[in-house]
């Protein structure tokens, strides 16, 4: 009996907070103590807090591994723990209704997660768990028994390219790094917020890449930039730099090898331009964050003037499994020029919003049906964008291309901060340009003259189509604008900030030509443009929308048919939302 | 402790007797109106001084980085006052318009008191198409907050909007101080907010 164990895991992301995982946490273990399980049954019990696996739409997770045997529920609320404790634990028969289902499973078996696979089953507040899991035991291969020109070497082979925004090699950048005379030199983990579960769920595997980093171009210190709102991401983060500087995996003589090396936060805002690398760096020393001119780079001449390399913090999580596994091992994932996997964020209007880590080159049609589960309320795909704000627009059409730096490229998007997010026929694309446009029209931090007042006059024209007054030639001056802003604004930012209008434009033609010309939003978006009706013969009159509607503009009695005032409507749908009859119609 | 607000450039003759620099004819002192209040206004600048004096240390051994300075001024008062600039700005020999840059430039700063709870309302992408519109409506709504304003009058809500905050999987979201709630409606925002002003503390949509 006493070789019999117990292990409860429950999801303590940022998801799983929001969902109540501290409350269900607490409850398990107030049921096991309260039931007295260890006693009872001779086991031995273990509560473990772990990140986010990424299927967030059902949280709380929690798993339950009884002698190895695992099972998993999903959406497990505070009322449900005392029932798993007792039929479960005690009783040792699972709760098939509450199981994770099929979805859970597809969800999963379809990813392929080297990165995030110990997120969720790791406790991220524990260095020995991830010690365990062969951590930190790369690095101490890198300082102990490699050179820091072989580090670099293998990085190179394997292929490992930037993921954070350009795809620039990895090894590269490192090495022209090294070879820059300065003795002082610095190592930057830029944590975005795609890289926030992988901060929450793993950060021993960015500290340990970071250290790795640091020993191949001979930097004395780290930083980790990151946002501070992110505060789950913080507080994961500075716990683990504190375990691992106890260990003495951080700090002097590390490994007993002579290598000093030492890691500091520095926080930054989340506006979108302090994650460009040369923001960034005015950032940490404290000023705006203006990007600088390029040459030199920041390898050349970056933080405080010395060689810099910055990478992205999942960049930095593929490095132990680098050192570890092999670049030939790496290599093998992937595409002929894009090596490895890429974690996504999949948001919109997909079935399981979620955190997906696919294999470079996995169609996007596989990630939106496969993973995704498809449309959410069965209505029909009709874009993906990709990239983050200023990722290209892709066509349902397209979707079976597969998602790679080189093929992203090809259709007017890039990889950029792996965000996804996907629309449905509901959706308005001019609508959803003008909102990344305006997004990027507020980040811009007005240094260049291309970027600043590009973006500005992009954004009225678009505002301009969006209420009605569009007229043709605005899509000739957009088409001019874009050649402009791309050609020669000064940084990332402006560079690609028209890659929304470009690649929505080229897909997207006619939805342009419905508002412009026929004065119609086709997806019943645009306020301007859309007038909400009462279809008489299918109201009964029961008063819902005259209840949701908050601009007073429904009147009618109950069980007649209801009417519209055109003047008070401000084009909310609000009632278009709630009417079960379908009696309501957009135009 | 709330900061005298006081008009133009102010300062008083106890600072600049600290201070290690003489005063500078632009720097406020000889002409400046508000430093004839200084008498009155000694016990409570002292009490500040100290404050502030604590601050500068700190920074002088961070390479004066001015991001850092402004952090721990807001973190302290909550806000960043003109005074608290000028303060700086004599003694460090940095000209004012270098921190009203930086100030200006990062949404965090705010030269305005904040609210003693903040709801941050995303206003990502992901966030967006799922309605962090109406979510921003729904608490302005329920604070009472005309448009334009974004804290209410006793300082008890301060709501901002965020960029994307990394938690897109759990569209649209709010945080209210540090706590992040997923998968928000109107309703349960409106509810979070009135909860949350009867009992301050978190009870359920
Ligand atoms: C406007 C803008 C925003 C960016 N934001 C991020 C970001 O949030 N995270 C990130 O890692 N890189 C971001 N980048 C890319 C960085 O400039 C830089 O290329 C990257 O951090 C380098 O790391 P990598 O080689 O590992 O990709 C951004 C670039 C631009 C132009
Ligand atoms: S858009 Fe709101 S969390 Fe990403």
Redesign the interface.
Known sequence: MSTSSVEIKVCLGTSGNAAGGEEVLRLFRHYVFDRAVEARIGTRCEFRKVGCRGFCSKDVLVDVIINGSKTTYQSVKPIMVERIVDDHIVGGGPIPEWMAGDEYTSFHSKQYKIILGPCGEIDPENIDDYIRMNGYRAARKAVTKMTPDGVIDVVTQSGLRGRGGSGFSTGEKWRICRGQKNDTRYIIGNVGEVNRALAEGNPHAIIEGLLIGGYAIGAQKGYLYIRERYHLSVERLRTALDQARDKGFIGKDIFGSGFDFNIEFSFGTESFICGEETALMESIEGKRAMPRYRPPFPAEKGLWGMPTVINNAETFSNIPLIIGMGADWFSSIGTAESKGTKVFTLSGKVKNNGLVEIPMGMPLREIVYSIGGGIAGNRKLKAVQVGGPSGGIIPESMIDMGLDYESLRKVGSIVGSGGMVVFDDEDCIVSVTKFFVEFLQRESCGECTPCRIGTKRMLELLIKITDGTGEIEDLDTLNRLSGIMTASSLCGLGRTASNPFITSFNHFRDEYLAHIRDKKCPAGVCPALVVFMVVPEKCKGCGLCRKACPAGAVTGEIKKAHDINQELCIKCGACYKVCKLKAIKKQ | MGAPSLPGRPHNAYSIAQSSKPPSLLSGGFFCPVARRAGRLRDRTTAMDKVLNKILEEHRREK??????L?RIQETYGFISRENVQWFSDRLDVPASRFF??IT????FRMKPSGKNTL?VCC???C???GAQ?LLYASHEALGLAKGEDTTEDLKFTVEK??????????P?V?LN?????AMDPEKVTKLLTGFAKEDEFIGY
């Open positions: 004066g980085n001015l991001i850092l300075l952090q840059g930086v430039f990062y949404p965090k941050t990502g992408a992901a967006h198409i799922k109406q965020a960029t994307c905050i990394g938690a897109c999987n759990i569209a979201v945080i540090k706590q992040v709630h997923g």
